[in-house]
């Protein structure tokens, strides 16, 4: 079976829900997998490591010289924004909550990773970024798998979730848009 008959398009997903999980479609990001409908989707939702950056494993990118942008992510948001989604980050950072890093270091690591898009692509820009800082243990309604952080992005963006696109790369993001259909 080849990766493209893999990839989940409007037509197999249910009306409130539309994904693209990676994992399914292949290990890096690439803009050509990029799914654009023109006016369709006004809000991307984008996880973090594996998505936008490789993913180091745990407990996660503790410094940024561990950030390394997965291939063409620069471009790929650089080519979202041209084309006028609104594209935010939400990722789980539980890293802040075990006391690896404070949120003045993840600032920084995040800092980086704007500033790596850009020298990718003069348009790539995150426009909001949600980071779940607490641990799996506390049951934070933000921590992904819930669906929190989307929920809040959709009243910030002021859109529903049926008008939004999350891309992930775990069969975590599977589960979270479950709930999301729940809500």
Known sequence: ENRSSKMLSSSTVSPKILLLSWVLVSSSWRSQNMMLVSGMLPLIL???????????????????????????????????????????????????????????????????????????????????????????????PNMKPNPGMILQACRDFNVSPEDCLFVGDTFLIYKLLRRLACH
């Open 46 to 140: 984008l996880d973090r490591d594996g998505v936008i950056n490789q993913d180091v494993g745990p407990p996660g990118v503790i410094d940024k010289s561990q950030f390394v942008l997965t291939p063409d992510a620069g471009n790929a948001i650089g080519r979202l924004k041209r084309h006028g989604y609104s594209v935010v980050l939400i990722t789980n950072q539980s890293c802040v909550g075990k006391g690896l890093i404070d949120e003045y270091q993840l600032d920084d690591i995040h800092h980086h990773m704007a500033t790596l898009l850009k020298e990718e692509d003069d348009d790539a820009s995150i426009d909001k970024i949600y980071a779940c800082m607490t641990t799996k243990e506390e049951n934070d």
